[in-house]
């Protein structure tokens, strides 16, 4: 693999990088081998990052046709210890002609440049178990959170307890 000329640039996504975003996430769906779960549509994406009000984020490293090679997703969460907000990563993606450019650290960097700027005190992420992206992780000082288990409700599981909300009585001053 050649390196490019120069490094990658990253910028805010805009509107005409939708496709190409989109195509990356179905990318890393079949890389995490889970394409069958990857539904993103450009027009959800669309809607997620330009809608009147959004709540997800996005930057993408582009080479030096201005063409996107990787990208970074994500939004914002809130630590009620620290008492201010922070960015979770929803993901970061790099095509694989485009990896060793740097492209991968210059987005994170850009992200943590934004912690900084707003006054956030911590990115996090998931990576999957056997990425070997946790070796770079390592390198730029990110550390596993092993004590901390997450838990997800979804599907059928989350349609029943919500059935639960809708059965409760309410009240007029809730």
Same mark, same amino acid.
Do not use: K
């Given at each position: 693999?050649?390196?490019?000329?120069?490094?990658?640039? #990253?910028?805010?996504?805009? %509107?005409?990088?939708?496709?190409?975003?989109?195509?990356?996430?179905?990318?890393?769906?079949?890389?995490?081998?889970?394409?069958?779960?990857?539904?993103?549509? =450009? =027009?959800?994406?669309?809607?997620? &990052?330009?809608?009147?009000?959004?709540?997800?984020?996005?930057?993408? +490293?582009?080479?030096?046709?201005?063409?996107? /090679?990787?990208? @970074?997703?994500?939004?914002?969460?809130?630590?009620?210890? =620290?008492?201010?907000?922070? /960015?979770?990563? =929803?993901?970061?993606?790099?095509?694989?002609?485009?990896?060793?450019?740097?492209?991968?650290?210059?987005?994170?960097?850009?992200?943590?440049?934004?912690?900084?700027?707003?006054?956030?005190?911590? &990115?996090?992420?998931?990576?999957?178990?056997?990425? %070997?992206?946790?070796?770079?992780?390592?390198? #730029?000082? +990110?550390?596993?959170?092993?004590?901390?288990?997450?838990?997800?409700?979804?599907?059928?599981?989350?349609?029943? &307890?919500? @059935?639960?909300?809708?059965?409760?009585?309410?009240?007029?001053?809730?």
């Amino acid at each position: 693999m050649s390196l490019p000329a120069q490094a990658p640039t #990253i910028r805010p996504a805009r %509107p005409e990088d939708v496709p190409a975003v989109v195509a990356m996430v179905h990318e890393l769906a079949d890389y995490e081998r889970a394409p069958e779960r990857c539904h993103l549509t =450009e =027009e959800q994406l669309t809607a997620a &990052l330009f809608g009147p009000a959004p709540a997800l984020f996005g930057h993408v +490293a582009a080479d030096s046709a201005d063409q996107p /090679i990787g990208f @970074a997703l994500w939004f914002l969460n809130f630590s009620t210890w =620290e008492g201010v907000h922070g /960015i979770y990563l =929803e993901d970061l993606y790099v095509q694989p002609a485009a990896r060793g450019t740097g492209a991968g650290r210059l987005l994170l960097a850009t992200l943590a440049a934004i912690c900084v700027e707003r006054g956030y005190r911590r &990115l996090e992420w998931w990576m999957i178990n056997w990425n %070997p992206a946790g070796r770079f992780y390592a390198a #730029i000082g +990110a550390a596993p959170m092993d004590e901390w288990v997450p838990y997800r409700l979804a599907g059928s599981a989350l349609h029943d &307890l919500a @059935a639960q909300a809708a059965a409760a009585p309410t009240r007029a001053d809730a």
